[in-house]
């Protein structure tokens, strides 16, 4: 490990075509600028570290879940398991007709952003005269 003593605005280069910058010093942090090309990942440790143990996790499935998923691919329904407290459940006494109005569905979340990107705003109208 290259371990360097470096002022604010002072660069590091790395081979010929990275750049990191010592942007400002505060406190016992500091912020850092990377100038690099696009296909060079550049990820925080603690963040790969986060992903990788969500994936491994998301990946112990147990073999009833497996099951169910091969059945769901296949095209077979498994009967929903049995609640826990029948008094719990939020199915109706009776079975809606065919004629019966849909519920009403609450609309759909807004799109998540990344950090660093807007959301599209509409355009505004023309302003009313007062």
Do not use: C, W, Y
């Not at 690099?36 to 879940?65: F, K, L």
């Not at 990344?114 to 302003?127: L, T």
């Amino acid at each position: 490990m290259l371990v360097l003593t470096r002022k604010k605005g002072e660069r590091v280069l790395i081979g010929d075509d990275i750049v990191v910058t010592l942007i400002d010093i505060r406190g016992d942090g500091v912020r850092i600028g990377f100038d690099a090309p696009r296909g060079v990942p550049i990820q925080r440790a603690e963040v790969v570290v986060a992903v990788t143990e969500a994936n491994t996790e998301a990946a112990a499935t147990s073999a009833s879940t497996a099951e169910t998923l091969v059945g769901l691919l296949r095209g077979v329904r498994h009967p929903a398991p049995e609640p826990a407290d029948p008094a719990a459940t939020d199915v109706p006494a009776e079975p809606a007709t065919p004629d019966a109005p849909a519920a009403p569905t609450a609309p759909p979340a807004p799109p998540a952003t990344i950090r660093g990107q807007r959301r599209p705003h509409p355009k505004p109208g023309p302003r009313p005269n007062l």
